[in-house]
């Protein structure tokens, strides 16, 4: 199993641009979320799903969007990018509620 | 509202000096406490999860442990191998997703 795939690694956007970040899972987890991860804040909710065709706003929704269509895929849609969303984005997903996130390598986006 | 407090925000240790790691959270009715570690450049890697008070966890130089209010990661004579960034969370209601701490970023040096 390659567990949760997040792609691209890298990305460099200017400001206004458009762009989606993806989000796959192999291990047919019902639970999935997104989390940027920032010098001095941590890790920060922005978008969580509790099943396919359901999700549902974080801590930092602001700026961006979702949907998962798929229990696969869950991908986070920054439809025009701010320097402020430069950062490093995370994926995790879980079987269970109080199971542990099975998390991502990260994507990390730099908005110019 | 809802917190996540780790303490220190850095540590630095001499190979063979052992040392613990703080999490303190506020809320009742806890439904689990969460510990990873990550390295520069990876995603959270997860170590041990929590559930009730008294509860204790152990893996290799590392063990968990828990009461009411905080919970500790005790590191016993730790490797310069066991630097990274350690991060606690707790369960947020039953949403399927965690409340983080800042993390302590762990340096030992050999």
């Not at chain 1, 890298?10 to 019902?30: I, P, R, W, Y």
């Not at chain 1, 991908?75 to 109080?98: E, G, H, I, K, N």
Request: net charge neutral; aromatic share 10%; charged share 20%.
């Amino acid at each position: 199993n390659a567990g949760v795939t997040q792609t691209p690694k890298f990305q460099v956007l200017k400001t206004g641009q458009s762009m989606t970040l993806q989000c796959a899972q192999d291990m047919n987890h019902e639970y999935m979320s997104w989390y940027r991860q920032d010098p001095g804040m941590g890790l920060r909710l922005i978008h969580y799903s509790v099943g396919a065709g359901i999700t549902d706003q974080g801590e930092v929704p602001n700026g961006y969007n979702v949907s998962r269509s798929t229990t696969e895929d869950f991908p986070l849609r920054l439809l025009s990018a701010a320097p402020s969303q430069t950062s490093v984005y995370f994926c995790a997903s879980t079987p269970l509620v109080d199971s542990p996130l099975h998390f991502g390598n990260g994507t990390r986006l730099t908005v110019t | 509202e809802d917190q996540v407090t780790q303490s220190p925000e850095a540590l630095r240790l001499q190979e063979g000096e052992s040392s613990s790691l703080n999490c303190s959270y506020t809320v009742s009715g806890l439904r689990g406490l969460f510990w990873y570690r990550q390295d520069p450049g990876k995603g959270p890697e997860f170590l041990f999860t929590l559930y009730s008070a008294g509860e204790e966890k152990e893996k290799e130089r590392l063990k968990a442990t828990l009461t009411k209010k905080e919970s500790f990661l005790h590191i016993t004579a730790p490797k310069p191998e066991d630097s990274a960034t350690y991060l606690c969370a707790r369960a947020r209601g039953s949403q399927g997703n965690l409340i983080f701490g800042k993390g302590t970023k762990l340096s030992v040096k050999p």
